[in-house]
């Protein structure tokens, strides 16, 4: 594979397929249970990664997907033990199990793909309470992008990595497996693009000219013995052919001042207060809700945005 001579393995969903086969369901006693999980695993939890993969979306989002199978698993080994099953189980038992402990929300998937299959009643989940964090403030957060953006003597991969997440609020997880392809150069050569989603957003210097140095002569010495000259990867990791982990950022960032946390709070909130929500989701590629989320919190709304635009065209020559 790191020749190119066999197609690109997603190694994290081949090892959640291969788990999910095999030690998911071995705590669970009752058969029906055991075909129901392994069903929900196969055409629910895998299927959607199997999706993203297939689409290069440049995310992972094998982590979640194996906390959704655990707590699935987990939730079912309850009902066993309670000598229930799914399809016996009423809003009154799933809250019982609930109030027995944090952690339980990730089970709404399992129910509401199984109760859409006519394998349970209809059973609500309700939402987690939400702790917001803390944010840095806002001139905090340009000194250290000023730092990022102009300070040569920082490593080139730290300084991109951390204007993406003080810039776009991006997850350190997706930092971690972007593509050089999401890195668009157009026709004139002065225009660099990043794409998260659907859709383009146009680069403004110095940032555009640090991706693109990346891409060009800043990445060789992150390659890995065995590693093609080239990678596909923005941040290539040491192992042939695969990209950087999260905890490579998440380890080197603070050391130049940049935490993750409270730096793509304040991003995020900067942003959900000049941009809507569906506008937001589909540049950041954020669920609707979280896009939400975020607005809410930010006090942001579409009103408050058309009006700005309207007023913005009015005085166009």
Same mark, same amino acid.
């Given at each position: ?10 190694e994290?969903?081949?090892?959640l ?15 029906e ?27 992972? +989002? ?51 793909w ?19 964090g ?9 000194k250290?992008?000023?730092? +990022? ?37 157009q ?7 990043l ?15 640090l ?19 080239t ?7 040491? +192992? ?39 506008? +937001? ?37």
């Amino acid at each position: 594979m790191a020749a190119e001579l066999l197609p690109a393995r997603d190694e994290p969903l081949a090892r959640l397929e291969a788990w999910a086969g095999t030690t998911l369901l071995a705590d669970l006693k009752q058969p029906e249970h055991r075909q129901l999980l392994h069903a929900y695993a196969t055409w629910q939890v895998l299927r959607r990664l199997r999706h993203r993969a297939a689409s290069n979306t440049g995310q992972s +989002l094998t982590s979640y997907s194996r906390t959704q199978l655990r707590v699935a698993a987990r939730f079912l080994g309850w009902l066993e033990q309670h000598r229930l099953t799914l399809a016996q189980c009423h809003q009154s038992d799933l809250e019982t199990w609930l109030a027995q402990g944090p952690g339980g929300e990730p089970v709404r998937n399992l129910l509401s793909w199984a109760s859409e299959h006519h394998h349970c009643r209809s059973l609500l989940v309700p939402p987690a309470a939400r702790t917001t964090g803390t944010a840095i403030d806002a001139n905090e957060r340009w000194k250290l992008l000023a730092r +990022l953006l102009h300070q040569d003597t920082l490593d080139l991969a730290d300084r991109v990595a951390g204007a993406l997440l003080l810039c776009y609020g991006q997850h350190l997880s997706r930092i971690a497996i972007m593509r050089t392809e999401q890195v668009h150069r157009q026709r004139d050569p002065d225009i660099v693009s990043l794409r998260f989603a659907a859709h383009d957003i146009i680069v403004a210097e110095p940032l555009s000219r640090l991706l693109t140095d990346l891409i060009d002569v800043g990445r060789s010495h992150h390659l890995g013995v065995g590693s093609p000259a080239t990678s596909p990867w923005l941040f290539p990791g040491h +192992l042939p052919a695969r990209p950087i982990t999260a905890s490579r950022p998440g380890q080197r960032l603070p050391r130049i001042g940049v935490r993750a946390l409270p730096g793509r709070r304040a991003t995020m909130l900067q942003l959900a207060a000049q941009v809507p929500a569906a506008v +937001l989701a589909e540049l950041l590629n954020l669920t609707p809700a979280t896009a939400t989320r975020w607005t809410r919190d930010a006090a942001g709304d579409w009103s408050r945005y058309a009006a700005e635009l309207a007023t913005e065209r009015d005085h166009q020559p």
